[in-house]
């Protein structure tokens, strides 16, 4: 069973999962359950969904890096971001999203991050940043249609006993047993790293 946190962002998505998912809070993430690995061993699972605009707004402010991401990588064994929207880049390497006329036809307008363009390569910078330095897994996905078949095929595959072979290569990474958690950054450096020269790595 899948558990849907009832909040914003995942608790439309009840009914498109009939009778696969149930709601209840969670601490951190939008969708959780519970999945298996080598030698019967239960892990849990975490996914957050996010539309586009939210992940654009949390690039703006550092809300995710500094709060959501933590919490993320400390509840779950292996936790998901599933960011949902349609976008493309322009030949500057712009981003664009779909707008729609009053005859239904659509056009692209530029996405804006305060007086700039937002650029398809930063955002993909950012989400590399998120899967390779925060070790979440990102998924995309079009629409809350597509989200809901993602959520399964990752529920499937982490609980199904015809995925036991492919799972057999899950290992559990014992290499930073003892380390503290992932904590929050300091208001001080979460400050610091917004300032003209600064940035994320000088900000210590």
């Not at 849907?4 to 608790?11: A, H, I, N, Q, T």
């Amino acid at each position: 069973m899948i558990d849907l946190d009832p909040r914003r962002g995942s608790g439309d998505l009840l009914s498109l999962f009939h009778d696969r998912a149930r709601l209840k809070s969670l601490p951190f993430g939008d969708a959780a359950w519970l999945g298996s690995c080598p030698e019967d061993t239960s892990v849990l699972i975490g996914a957050e969904i996010k539309k586009l605009s939210d992940v654009l707004q949390c690039i703006g402010n550092g809300r995710f890096i500094g709060h959501q991401l933590p919490g993320l990588v400390n509840t779950y064994h292996t936790a998901y971001l599933i960011v949902e929207g349609v976008w493309n880049r322009d030949p500057d390497g712009v981003m664009v999203t779909p707008r729609r006329r009053g005859d239904g036809s659509s056009y692209w307008v530029p996405v804006t991050l305060g007086p700039r363009n937002f650029m398809v390569r930063d955002f993909e910078a950012w989400l590399m940043s998120v899967e390779q330095l925060g070790g979440v897994r990102v998924r995309k996905t079009h629409n809350r249609k597509e989200t809901v078949a993602c959520v399964l095929d990752l529920y499937h595959w982490w609980t199904e006993k015809e995925y036991d072979r492919h799972r057999s290569l899950c290992q559990f990474d014992n290499s930073q047993a003892g380390a503290a958690p992932m904590l929050k950054p300091g208001l001080v450096r979460r400050v610091a790293k917004e300032l003209p020269g600064i940035g994320w790595d000088r900000s210590y």
